[in-house]
């Protein structure tokens, strides 16, 4: 458990403290309930919402609805171009190099990178006990909370989910779990068998076809149903749900076989018959493209509760009425494992495990009470947001101390007041983002900053920078980062490098050093 004095002192500041980071009457509105649907490496363009070039073949529906009941944000980022930084940052709307998370599985002794003079730095393998988390703050505002799926920033006793604010926590994987044994993806699918634990839905759902005009049947994802269940059991009172879906993540596989033949006959391929790599390019992989649209599928499930499930708090009205809704995903899409390609990021350049667009550009949509129905936001959005504009919403308070912390802003002004920009403590335009990854292999090793319509990275094993100009004027210009300009307008490098170094510097940013088994090896700048 946390040091009980710690959060006793919390509970105490944040409920009595006379500094309120958002003066709002507590009057004003009832105490709405918060969803944050995360996907795991579901990629900007993995989805219907922001279909830019060629057409992606993933049918995504649901998504697609709640953009038009909401805010489709068309340049959202994540904290981190990986799964355990971004959502350690935006649980607790702090930087990854604030947490000190900045990447997977860490808390091990750092070693050479494979065929480089260089050490990645050390961190941690997930929050420490005096990060607070989302969770705990809304604990304190009467919110019931819960987490299902993945956790994955930490595993010590003191850092699981229920040891950092959530009152109840369901993490297996559901549907998502592989086939085991001799079993495989090729051969291993869900039945009508009652003893079956993914046993098909008597229910049909889309996608339609020619063969299944009335749509199809989908396995039972215990990930879906604990998070309809958890709802149904606090509606009473406010809830908050972090729903942390497995999908689309590596095991690429589904055990529904009539979604994998939609995608096969869409995509003109044979129906799998042996377990073999998908090696074709671009967006052609048939399991990849069964998993989105279970993502889908999941997020549609859980929506169509909420429509048609009466609020007991609020008489008179449904359960989405009173819900925002926030939907995303923890990094970009991941393009390949080994020998095979699950998706495409293009025309953003790389992907996950990438400072590039491809790696930290994900989809992001918000709906909720008073957030207009159908609107585009093309401003700059971190998921580090989630956290104060969540406070705003459900009128919470916290300490000053605690509100110093945050990296994010509050982007209430514009969901609710239709506001162009998303304004600092001090009233003024947000100017840019920040990303920080000096792990993986050397060209990997980058700072990146976006202001504006550039993108500067900082190659932290040489010391030198690229400059990409994605946008002119607000439209298409190098979005896939293909022409590196930074020699050519060095007093833009100048300005952005600046900004990019304080950061470093005022976050203390760990940065990957030398092997001393290396000893040949030129100095590396820093």
Not at 104 to 125: C, D, Q, R
Not at 290 to 315: C, E, F, H, I, Q
Not at 366 to 381: A, D, F, R
Request: aromatic letters at 12%; a neutral charge; hydrophobic letters at 30%.
């Amino acid at each position: 458990m946390k040091n009980n004095k710690f959060f006793l002192a919390f509970l105490f500041v944040a409920f009595f403290s006379s500094n309120h980071i958002y003066s709002q009457k507590k009057d004003e509105l009832i105490k709405p309930n918060v969803i944050i649907f995360y996907a795991d490496d579901l990629g900007w363009q993995d989805t219907e919402l922001n279909d830019l070039d060629e057409p992606t073949p993933w049918e995504t529906p649901n998504v697609l609805k709640l953009a038009k009941e909401g805010i489709n944000f068309t340049n959202a980022y994540s904290p981190a171009p990986t799964c355990a930084p971004s959502r350690a940052a935006m649980l607790t709307g702090m930087h990854p190099t604030k947490t000190g998370v900045t990447h997977v599985s860490g808390g091990n002794i750092p070693n050479p990178v494979a065929h480089s003079a260089i050490i990645p730095p050390f961190y941690p393998a997930g929050l420490k006990p005096e990060d607070v988390t989302i969770a705990e703050v809304l604990k304190t505002n009467g919110y019931t909370t819960g987490h299902v799926g993945k956790w994955h920033i930490g595993s010590l006793e003191i850092q699981k989910s229920t040891n950092q604010g959530f009152d109840f926590a369901f993490e297996s994987r559901g549907a998502h779990q592989g086939p085991k044994g001799k079993n495989n993806r090729a051969n291993y699918f869900a039945t009508d068998d009652a003893n079956d634990p993914y046993r098909l839905s008597k229910e049909k759902y889309a996608p339609f076809s020619d063969k299944n005009p009335q749509g199809i049947s989908y396995p039972n994802d215990d990930v879906t149903e604990q998070a309809i269940s958890f709802i149904d059991r606090s509606k009473e009172e406010p809830f908050f749900l972090y729903l942390a879906h497995w999908m689309v993540h590596w095991p690429v596989h589904t055990k529904n076989r009539e979604l994998l033949q939609y995608y096969s006959d869409k995509l003109g391929v044979d129906f799998p018959k042996e377990d073999i790599p998908v090696t074709t390019g671009g967006q052609t992989n048939p399991y990849y493209g069964a998993m989105v649209t279970t993502l889908d599928w999941s997020l549609g499930r859980v929506v169509n509760y909420l429509k048609k499930t009466d609020d007991p708090r609020n008489p008179g009205k449904k359960l989405i009425e009173t819900t925002y809704i926030i939907f995303s995903s923890d990094n970009g899409g991941m393009e390949k494992h080994k020998t095979e390609v699950i998706t495409d990021n293009a025309p953003l350049d790389k992907g996950k495990i990438f400072a590039q667009e491809g790696g930290i550009r994900v989809p992001m949509v918000i709906s909720g009470p008073n957030v207009p129905k159908g609107k585009t936001y093309e401003g700059l959005i971190n998921q580090l947001d989630f956290f104060p504009t969540l406070l705003n919403i459900t009128k919470t308070d916290v300490s000053v101390e605690q509100s110093e912390k945050f990296d994010g802003l509050n982007i209430s002004g514009v969901l609710f007041n239709n506001e162009k920009d998303v304004l600092t403590k001090e009233g003024k335009p947000r100017e840019d983002l920040w990303w920080h990854f000096p792990h993986g292999q050397d060209s990997r090793m980058q700072s990146a900053i976006r202001s504006g319509d550039y993108k500067l990275y900082k190659n932290l094993t040489k010391g030198n920078y690229e400059l990409y100009r994605l946008y002119k004027d607000g439209k298409r210009a190098d979005l896939e980062e293909k022409h590196d300009i930074a020699k050519q307008n060095p007093e833009v490098v100048k300005e952005l490098s600046e900004r990019l170094e304080k950061y470093l510097k005022d976050y203390d940013a760990k940065l990957p050093y030398k092997s001393p088994l290396k000893s040949k090896v030129k100095e590396i700048k820093m």
